[in-house]
């Protein structure tokens, strides 16, 4: 009798320079640095303050760049705890549009990372339209794909290995074209307004039907939508775009002869995927902020009717950004980042438990972002991941040689794997739950600590950037990595809201 096959799948380790002592390479150089400037100091005959100056000021700046903290160093810790207090001294942290704000023309436009974006439309090679979100300031545009998914109840253990090697597949061809910064899959829980099936209630009701049939049908319709959970996911690819073809809008033509090279490979990932035009891609982004109107979007929806927002109609009347916490509306949200990926070799269903609906998390939202290197650039790192790790296994004794010799063992796997054809890239992810009280947040927090723990993931609330981390895992393009600080995001806004 045969078994089924169920292979399991690692993410390696996270690339990491080895230096003297098994310290980082920044910490080695800053001793280094603090040697070499001790011994010039003694040279000059100032032996007074390279002992009271140099050595602890070296000490400081070493044990800053060495100890980690949720994966950030101290002193990247501490710069955003600065960037924070400078914020909430000037009130950055509120935003308000609307008719009664700063914001030109009173639009309700985006906050923060997505306030200088704007939404260009362009066509398929079916004549369909699709919308593109630009960043001029740094030469992106993102489409995002609606995507329906397969699911996996019916699915045998073979068909998932393919879907599983399809999307793998999938990732380790954004490598190859070179222009591709960023993509990323965000799947959302919600409960469900149930129009959908008073819709399809309506449709077959004949108007000759008894007054009790009818009856018998609505209410069959109320008691089976009324807060089931619904599932929405899309899928969103950013590209750099040339300055030129910003000028113009040329890049629309270009992004429609790709689109069919992105979209076709999914459906053997699971994926039936299309591209969001403008109305979806409105809808899909407004309810994120402002949770009550999707009973209107959907009754809209159903109706084929367009709701008429545009890009800068989309945002939120007020919004304001906490240490731990964003307030948006009439509700709050929490985001959490992921700290530290599997370690251990992990089954295809690793996610399931964080990505399914759950009876406490009613509003849920789940993103996982690759960022791809290029195919040359990832060989170059993975040779070098490769050799610094042969130096650390050589030079480390007892537990630090142990750790060595494992990523060493990691490092010739991903050689291999390279040369089988897989590319080299980055995973971040990000969960976002939105409640309507304050006072749920506790037990949120405990419900998504045991989510995370069954995926074999650690998760911490990002701290000091709710608003950052709630327009990250959105999914729609806008990463904080290319970011360099929050000290940007107010020269930013302010241009943002000049083109408004």
């Known amino acids: 009798m045969s078994q089924e096959l169920r292979p399991t799948y690692t993410l390696g380790s996270p690339a990491e320079r080895t230096g003297l002592g098994g310290l980082s390479m920044k910490t080695t150089l800053t001793l280094l640095a603090g040697m070499v400037t001790f011994v010039l100091f003694s040279l ?3 032996t007074k303050a390279a002992f009271l100056v140099v050595l602890p000021a070296t000490g400081i700046i070493a044990a800053i760049t060495y100890i980690k903290i949720g994966g950030r160093n101290l002193a990247e810790i501490a710069q955003m705890v600065v960037q924070d207090m400078l914020r909430n001294n000037r009130q950055e942290q509120y935003y308000v549009s609307g008719g009664f704000s700063d914001v030109p023309g009173g639009a309700y436009q985006l906050p923060g990372m ?3 974006t704007r939404l260009a439309v362009g066509k398929d ?3 369909e339209e699709f919308a593109v979100i630009v960043d001029d300031n740094f030469a992106e545009a993102t489409v995002v794909l609606d995507v329906q998914l397969s699911g996996q109840s019916a699915v045998t253990q073979d068909e998932r290995n393919v879907m599983t090697a399809s999307w793998g ?3 380790a061809s954004l490598s190859l074209s070179g222009d591709i910064r960023s993509a990323s899959v965000t799947v959302s829980t919600f409960p469900s307004s149930g129009e959908l099936v008073r819709q399809e209630v309506n449709r077959i009701v004949v108007d000759d039907a008894p007054a009790i049939a009818k009856q018998i049908l609505a209410e069959a319709a109320d008691e089976l939508s009324a807060g089931l959970p619904e599932i929405s996911a899309h899928v969103a690819v950013t590209f750099k775009i040339s300055r030129e073809q910003l000028q113009d809008d040329a890049f629309l033509d270009v992004l429609a002869t790709r689109l069919p090279a992105l979209i076709d490979p999914l ?3 699971g994926m039936l995927a299309e591209p969001m035009n403008q109305d979806k891609l409105c809808a899909r982004v407004h309810t994120a902020f402002n949770p009550a109107s ?4 959907e009754q809209l929806g159903v109706q084929g009717v367009s709701h008429g927002m545009g890009w800068n109609d989309i945002g939120p ?7 731990s916490l964003l307030r948006h509306e009439s509700v709050i949200s929490r985001t959490w980042e992921m700290t530290q990926a599997p370690r251990a070799n992990f089954e295809d269903r690793v996610l399931t438990r964080l990505l399914a609906p759950h009876p406490r998390l009613l509003r849920k939202r789940v993103t996982l972002v690759y960022r791809p290197f290029e195919a040359g650039a990832g060989a170059r790192r993975v040779e070098a991941e490769h050799q ?3 130096v650390a296994a050589n030079a480390g004794r007892g537990a630090v040689s142990a750790r060595a010799e494992v990523r060493l063992e990691q490092t010739q796997a991903s050689r291999r794997a390279q040369a089988r054809g897989a590319q080299l890239g980055r995973y971040s992810l990000f969960v976002t739950t939105t409640v309507d009280d304050e006072s749920k947040l506790r037990a949120v927090n405990e419900d998504v600590s045991q989510l995370a723990a069954t995926s074999g993931i650690r998760l911490k609330v990002a701290a000091r950037q709710q608003d950052t981390a709630f327009a990250a895992c959105l999914g729609v393009g806008s990463a904080p990595w290319v970011r360099s600080s929050l000290v940007q995001a107010p020269a930013l806004i302010q241009k943002g809201f000049g083109d408004a």
């Not at 999707?294 to 979007?297: A, K, Q, S, T």
Request: charge should be negative.
């Open 114 to 116: 997505l306030a200088a």
């Open 267 to 269: 459906v053997w990932a």
């Open 317 to 323: 009347s007020m919004a304001v950004a906490e240490r």
């Open 44 to 46: 000059v005959g100032a």
């Open 169 to 171: 597949s999938w990732l």
């Open 125 to 127: 090679h079916r004549g």
């Open 388 to 390: 610094d790790a042969l």
């Open 294 to 297: 999707e009973v209107d979007f």
